[in-house]
């Protein structure tokens, strides 16, 4: 067993070594097609409204992790790259955008981190589905990837991950996977431990999938009810 897993670390402010980067995934703001698992219960609009605080939210933070690292960042689409609210966050928050590429969610994350890498020592990619992801959070990932880590993941509490990063990206995590289950992450631990690749684990957090999820991001701050 080669995963190590690591305590909380707040309060990180620190220049790391070397650069990085952060890609963030998302999709354009069409209702109907993003934050699908909510609108039973919210409606189409409510979940877009939703899904456009997330993004701005993921984005804030990585302009804080930017500001205070120096890393950049950029923006990968999985559908309409020219979407007139995708561009204005490429423009507002001064992102490279970029088109998704690959045939599941594993090809087109081993595409993104494969592209950044060549430019890059170190990438981090996210989504945009996890508020509680803070500045810290994305410093911290970071600096686990060194001499004795090649990748880090988040976990999220309902079985997949929110963060995967790497300084020398391969198919070993992205193959075989069952995407969007609640299997993910353990399937990922086999193959990186098959493959004998390491790794680090930075503590477990939460995303927003479910209107319950909705209902503790509420609860915790991370969502504001008045602009949905």
């Known amino acids: 067993m080669q995963r190590v897993r690591l305590p909380t670390a707040p309060g ?5 070594q070397g650069a990085f980067h952060i890609a963030v995934f998302c999709k354009a703001p069409v209702e109907g097609r993003v934050k699908t698992r909510l609108i039973p219960a919210l409606g189409a609009a409510r979940a877009t409204a939703i899904y456009r605080q997330l993004v701005r939210r993921t ?19 999985a559908d309409d790259v020219e979407h007139s609210e995708v561009v ?24 993104c981190l494969q592209t950044c890498s060549r430019q890059h020592s170190r990438v981090l990619l996210i989504g945009t589905d996890c508020p509680a992801l803070a500045a810290d959070d994305l410093i911290a990932a970071a600096t686990k990837l060194n001499q004795d880590s090649v990748w880090v993941f988040t976990p999220a509490e309902d079985g ?4 995967v990063g790497s300084r020398a990206p391969t198919a070993t995590p992205f193959t075989h996977i069952a ?16 493959g004998r690749e390491r790794w680090v684990e930075m503590p477990t957090l939460w995303d927003i999938d479910e209107p319950a999820d909705v209902t503790r ?12």
């Open 12 to 16: 990180i402010d620190m220049t790391l």
């Open 59 to 77: 984005l804030d933070t990585v302009r804080l992790a930017s500001q205070r690292t120096g890393a950049t960042a950029s923006l990968w689409v």
């Open 88 to 111: 204005q966050w490429s423009h507002e928050f001064r992102l490279s955008l970029f088109q998704q590429q690959g045939d599941d969610l594993g090809a087109r994350m081993l595409h």
């Open 160 to 163: 997949g991950y929110v963060l």
């Open 179 to 194: 995407w969007s289950t609640n299997a993910v992450m353990a399937q990922t631990r086999s193959a990186l431990s098959a």
């Open 217 to 228: 991001a509420i609860a915790s701050g991370l969502l504001a009810a008045d602009k949905f």
